[in-house]
């Protein structure tokens, strides 16, 4: 496939980038191979904080689907055997990942409790005790966002 188009020319340049770099691609490399959604917001939506992936583009939905039909025709005229993959959140309860507004509807969800949000183990500190929080940030796991309390 000879790419014409600046669209085409970005993305068959960050497929081939991706396909030399890890032997297989995908829609994502190649969304994030072009600049249009950048890693640290791809980690956010992976981890379940941002609700579908659509929303953290630097471009359009319509212009997404361009760049993602561009991809289609140029994986099948490189004769790659595509896969379904199931993206699922790194939360406990490991929902599917939407990468979509349009996804589904029951996943639509507004604001939510902590249990919904998987933030129900996280023990909240009291404010004013710098060593007990400095103690707690060093056994931590996690990152150090303040997770926000919502309702159901």
């Known amino acids: 496939m000879q790419p014409a188009s600046k669209l085409e020319r ?6 081939e980038q991706a396909l030399r770099r890890q ?15 950048p890693l640290g917001l791809v980690t956010d939506w992976r981890q379940g904080r941002a609700p579908y992936l659509e929303a953290a583009a630097a471009v359009s939905a319509d212009r997404l689907a361009d760049a993602l039909e561009v991809f289609r025709r140029w994986v099948a005229s490189r004769g790659l055997r595509p896969s379904q993959v199931n993206y699922l959140a790194a939360t406990r309860d490991r929902r ?20 919904c949000v998987d933030l129900d183990h996280l023990v909240f500190l009291p404010a004013g005790d710098a060593a007990l929080t400095r103690r707690a ?8 966002r303040t997770p926000r309390t919502t309702s159901c």
């Open 137 to 144: 940030k060093q056994a931590s796991r996690l990152g150090t």
């Open 23 to 37: 032997r297989y691609v995908s829609p994502l490399d190649v969304l994030t191979g072009m600049g249009w959604v």
């Open 96 to 115: 599917p990942l939407r990468f979509t507004a349009a996804g589904d509807p029951t996943l639509d969800a507004g604001t939510a409790c902590l249990t």
């Open 10 to 15: 970005g993305v068959v340049s960050a497929a």
